[in-house]
């Protein structure tokens, strides 16, 4: 592999609280390059901060530090807000779970994907227009025209996803970071999103990073999955040795997940061990 | 089957009138015996738990027949009925009154029923769903998710009722929650005899949990199937298919 896209080697991310900084973060690391990499966990376990983190969108109280936090040639940690603006939507775009919340109510979404393309390039309105266009027919939309004039209310839940989509990916980003971008969504919808959402990735060749709680989806999407808890790292591990997972909290997280192929009298409920957090510096996050 | 526990005969619902009415449920049947857990599957919008919210009395003005042990619900529901049926619903963090000790949402049903040893039935809810008595001095703010999902189902067992309505009660958990509350569910109807009727768009859950599952879409039951043939596979509707296809699509990892 070439040059990573991203770098992160022990980010931190921590919050005042009323003993001190209690920890969001303690210390993850990972690179990434052209490719699927998923972060699973579940609530709590610090997945989302650490996109957030990646974009600079956390409030201004949290206390972010890194050894290192570098996207190709830019130092994120010392970046200017100014350069900031320009790497959100433009080098890195995100894509939330819920478009109904996600998205801009009072306005159309064909306005919203070309306000993105054209705060991100010098395009005119005409040619923003057409590529706004022409991105919604990639995204899978059949009637662009229609589409493109109707407000996020008038949107179901997987159309709402395809604007975002078309949105986040129309200034050619480098690295899209997806936060659950299919669990507001029904099971029948969220297979061709995720099929769209690759697509996309792909044509482009940007890295991506899937952040979810939900294990099978993740390993079937990504190459590498990285689980998460108590704000760590606990395993990292190729998509496909998910069945061969070590760790105990990735076994008994798997094995927690109802069975469909067969019935089991009980399900395995995980169970936490303090020791697998390294440093435990403040209390654990869910009793 | 002898007489059902809970039957639904024909039961139609609908919003609003006229050219802006939508029928959410259209001509609903299904029986469920004693001690039985069936499940409805269904995306969003599908209808499912509208259903359940008609059978709890949420929905008064519905077409149809509600029958508990054969005979007509009483519409508006009394206190009989409550009795007999209560309900679980989607979102322990919306369906708990913030402000009150678990103690005072607990004792309402215990007051209204006018129910004797009320802090020893309080105590024997809680440690039946895995909590220790001294939860009944915390707000639902100082409890998780899961635990409050546990409040939740409490509440609902506290009048001793036959039927058990829920709505989702696990969806808004993590998986590794989910386990604990389905399993403290499952051993209840066990230990209890209990009747379930279980609303969710997992399909994963429905089939852990329930032997007869109806598939809902657009207002209408398409298919009832058995357990069985849902592991295996065996559905006649198209839209069964499509349903299971999807949810099983993220199994090959198994």
């Known amino acids: ?74 130092d994120l940690l010392a970046a200017r807000e100014s350069e900031m603006r320009d790497i959100r939507g433009g080098r890195v775009a995100m894509i939330l779970q819920d478009p109904r919340y996600a998205l801009n109510p009072l306005k159309t979404a064909g306005s919203q994907i070309m306000e993105s393309y054209r705060i991100h390039t010098k395009a005119s309105r005409a040619e923003a227009r057409d590529r706004m266009l022409a991105m919604l027919e990639d995204v899978h939309i059949h009637n662009p025209g229609r589409v493109a004039g109707l407000y996020p209310h008038e949107l179901s839940g997987g159309m709402g996803q ?67 808890y108590g704000g760590q790292v606990m395993e990292e591990l190729a998509a496909r040795d998910l069945s061969r997972a070590r760790h105990p909290y990735t076994v008994s997280l798997h094995a927690s997940l109802p069975p469909l192929d067969h019935a089991v009298e009980e399900l395995i409920v995980p169970e936490y061990d303090p020791s697998w957090l390294t440093e435990t510096t403040n209390e654990h996050p869910k009793p | 089957m002898s007489i059902p526990s809970l039957e639904i005969k024909n039961l139609s619902i609908s919003f609003g009138v006229g050219r802006s009415g939508v029928l959410a449920v259209d001509r609903a049947n299904f029986r469920v015996g004693s001690g039985e857990a069936f499940g409805i599957i269904g995306e969003s919008g599908s209808g499912k738990s509208t259903i359940l919210r008609a059978i709890t009395g949420l929905h008064d003005n519905y077409d149809g027949d509600v029958l508990i042990d054969g005979q007509m619900a ?48 309080i105590a024997q809810a809680l440690s039946d769903v895995g909590l220790a008595p001294e939860y009944a001095y915390r707000y639902p703010h100082q409890l998780s998710g899961g635990q409050r999902q546990r409040v939740a189902v409490a509440r609902a067992l506290l009048l001793e009722p036959r039927i058990l309505l829920l709505d989702e009660p696990t ?68 839209y069964t298919r499509t349903l299971i296809a999807a949810s099983r699509a993220a199994v090959t990892a198994d």
């Open chain 2, 74 to 121: 009483p519409r508006p529901r009394n206190r009989d009925f409550f009795k007999t049926v209560q309900m679980v619903f989607q979102d322990p963090y919306s369906s708990l009154h913030p402000r009150r000790m678990i103690r005072a949402t607990l004792m309402e049903p215990l007051e209204i029923y006018g129910l004797d040893r009320r802090d020893a039935r």
């Open chain 1, 162 to 228: 395809r604007v975002m989509i078309a949105m986040m990916l129309i200034a050619s980003p480098e690295i899209v970071i997806a936060d659950e971008p299919t669990s507001a969504l029904d099971v029948t919808v969220r297979g061709q999103i995720l099929e769209i959402l690759n697509e996309r990735v792909e044509a482009q060749g940007a890295g991506l990073i899937l952040i979810s709680h939900d294990l099978p989806l993740v390993s079937d999407f990504c190459d590498r999955v990285l689980v998460m």
């Open chain 2, 171 to 238: 969806s808004a958990l993590d998986v590794s929650v989910q386990a604990g509350v389905l399993n403290v569910l499952n051993a209840l109807r066990r230990a209890r005899g209990l009747t379930y009727v279980m609303v969710s768009h997992d399909l994963r859950v429905v089939a852990h949990m329930c032997s007869r599952i109806a598939v809902m879409t657009h207002g209408r039951i398409v298919e009832e199937l058995s357990v069985e043939d849902l592991r295996a596979q065996r559905a006649e509707e198209p």
């Open chain 1, 1 to 74: 592999m070439t040059d990573p896209l991203l770098e992160v080697r022990n980010l931190r991310v921590a919050y005042p609280s009323a003993h001190g900084y209690s920890d969001a973060l303690r210390g993850i690391s990972f690179t990434l390059g052209r490719e699927k990499l998923g972060i699973v966990g579940e609530s709590g376990s610090g997945k989302s901060t650490a996109g957030r983190a990646i974009m600079r969108l956390l409030p201004a109280k949290a206390r972010v530090t890194a050894d290192v936090l570098r996207l190709s040639d830019v």
